[in-house]
């Protein structure tokens, strides 16, 4: 499996950016899809997560700010990010847990401006 995640950039405080995280295979089977977020010298987070059967949960500092979704047919999962503040500048991940291992897409960066 093969994740390419996009649609990172630099945007002002506020502002929203649609991160995607494209698989190269159908995702109506993983079991859970997730975006992550990371910040040089700190570890790797987790942001939110969507399972198999749709159901979602995120971490507390995005909640009604971000939502994650997926288009089966575009075998790609999405992170709407909303009201983006200078605090989720980092880069973001996706990662599949599927029954034969987990797979991380590279990272996109998201810059948020004050």
């Known amino acids: 499996v093969q994740l390419q995640a996009s649609g990172g950039g630099l945007v002002q405080a506020g502002g929203s950016l649609r991160l995607s995280c494209a698989a190269s295979?159908?995702?109506?089977?993983?079991?859970?899809v997730g975006w992550y977020r990371q910040v040089p010298g700190k570890e790797r987070m987790w942001v939110a997560q969507i399972f198999r059967n749709g159901y979602t949960n995120y971490e507390d500092s995005v909640k009604g700010r971000f939502t994650i979704s997926r288009d089966n047919a575009k075998n790609t999962v999405y992170l709407q990010m909303n009201s983006l503040s200078p605090e989720d500048t980092a880069v973001y991940y996706c990662?599949?847990?599927?029954?034969?291992?987990?797979?991380w897409g590279q990272g996109t960066q998201v810059t948020v401006s004050s």
């Open positions: 295979e159908s995702i109506s089977g993983f079991n859970v």
């Open positions: 990662l599949a847990r599927t029954s034969f291992g987990h797979y």
